[in-house]
């Protein structure tokens, strides 16, 4: 009886080290949702002719950081720009956050997409990953977003 007895003791602290090396991750941590909040379209001479903003919710009872957007915005099925935002933010508990990304063009794209979209409705993908810092580690996590607009200049 006094066997059984410690070998019910030694498999009981066997799983309870076991869970306790467990990483917390597995059970506790949701990866933030990504959707896009809006996207603007400035064809003309502007600057910065595509803005993305992105609406980051955190379904965490922990803050976790944004350290990196990557985006890639299509139009009609046709990649037309890309880019990195590397501006670190707190996406808050339970919260939520935006991130703007700002995306170039090439000349001959920015007037191709000028004379394209004057007219009509077309279609845009938004995709790409944000890197998540948790205290966990680093995350990867894809988000895309389809929909259809009219973009034509408004005056």
């Known amino acids: 009886m006094?066997?059984?007895?410690?070998?019910?003791?030694?498999?009981?602290?066997l799983a309870a080290g076991s869970a306790a090396c467990t990483p917390?991750?597995?059970w506790?941590?949701?990866?933030?949702?990504?959707?896009?909040?809006?996207l603007t379209v400035a064809l003309d001479q502007?600057?910065?002719?595509?803005?993305?903003?992105?609406?980051?919710?955190?379904?965490?009872?922990?803050?976790?950081?944004?350290?990196?957007v990557e985006a890639e915005l299509?139009?009609?099925?046709?990649?037309?720009?890309?880019a990195t935002h590397e501006q670190p933010s707190t996406l808050p508990d339970g919260?939520?956050?935006?991130?703007r990304v700002q995306m170039q063009t090439s000349e001959s794209v920015r007037q191709e997409?000028?004379?394209r979209?004057?007219?009509?409705?077309?279609?845009?993908?938004?995709?790409?990953?944000?890197?998540?810092?948790?205290?966990?580690?680093?995350?990867?996590v894809s988000f895309q977003s389809r929909g259809a607009g009219s973009f034509q200049k408004r005056g």
Do not use: C, M, W
Not at 2 to 13: F, I, N, P, T
Not at 29 to 35: E, K, L, M
Not at 74 to 82: E, Q
Not at 119 to 138: E, M, N
């Open 2 to 13: 006094r066997r059984l007895v410690l070998s019910a003791l030694a498999v009981g602290a």
């Open 24 to 26: 917390l991750g597995l």
């Open 28 to 38: 506790l941590y949701d990866d933030p949702r990504i959707s896009v909040n809006e």
């Open 46 to 68: 502007s600057a910065e002719p595509f803005g993305v903003t992105l609406r980051f919710e955190n379904p965490n009872d922990f803050d976790v950081t944004i350290a990196k």
């Open 74 to 82: 299509r139009f009609d099925g046709r990649s037309v720009s890309r």
């Open 95 to 99: 919260g939520d956050a935006h991130v």
């Open 113 to 115: 997409l000028s004379a």
């Open 117 to 140: 979209l004057a007219s009509g409705t077309h279609s845009y993908v938004v995709q790409g990953r944000a890197t998540i810092d948790t205290p966990i580690g680093q995350r990867r």
